[in-house]
């Protein structure tokens, strides 16, 4: 094998990414008012600042993927209509906390379209989430909320790198979509 190219390829930097929409401010102070006052012990609550809902984990890729990835990412979430999701209840999946969200047709046909842009299987049906604990074995719960209605507006999406760390993961953004507000955006 020609050392040449071993030493090219391992000097790439490998990044893992997702693309992601972050957890707007006013979700979070409602999330923060209504979420459980308690963990089991084997539980962690995640920073506030790392909360989000996942469109697409992709996986480790090379910085020059996650250039091409952004070329295909960047027509079809920037400029995108303003997402409105309700939270509808509260549970574990597995060893996460999850704050469900209804879905919504344009929701899911963005998804699937992100995914068949990067060239991933999708396997619908999409389940809008935000993660807001995690714990070191699988736990089973779910509550649901007896408040007035609320709505989470999403207006921005990233291509981020998941860093992991003992700690806990860091959300680095690297390419910003901004979404739009139409007079025409549907609620859901």
Excluded at 29 to 51: C, E, K, M, S
Excluded at 151 to 157: A, I, K, Q, S, Y
């Amino acid at each position: 094998m020609n050392k040449e190219f071993l030493l090219v390829r391992t000097a790439q930097k490998i990044m893992r990414v997702f693309i992601g929409l972050p957890t707007p401010p006013e979700a979070n102070a409602w999330i923060l008012q209504n979420r459980p006052p308690l963990l089991p012990a084997a539980a962690r609550w995640l920073p506030v600042d790392t909360w989000h809902m996942t469109l697409c984990f992709i996986g480790e890729k090379t910085e020059e993927d996650v250039l091409k990835i952004h070329e295909l990412v960047e027509p079809i979430l920037q400029g995108h209509d303003y997402l409105s999701l309700r939270p509808t209840h509260i549970g574990w999946k597995g060893r996460t906390l999850w704050v469900h969200l209804d879905t919504c047709p344009i929701l899911e046909k963005t998804v699937k379209r992100l995914h068949e842009a990067l060239g991933m299987p999708f396997t619908g049906p999409f389940r809008p989430h935000i993660t807001i604990a995690r714990a070191r074995i699988p736990l089973r719960w779910q509550g649901s909320w007896e408040v007035r209605p609320v709505r989470f507006t999403f207006t921005v999406g990233y291509l981020y790198q998941s860093i992991l760390r003992p700690e806990g993961a860091e959300y680095r953004p690297l390419y910003r979509y901004l979404f739009r507000y139409s007079p025409e955006w549907t609620v859901f």
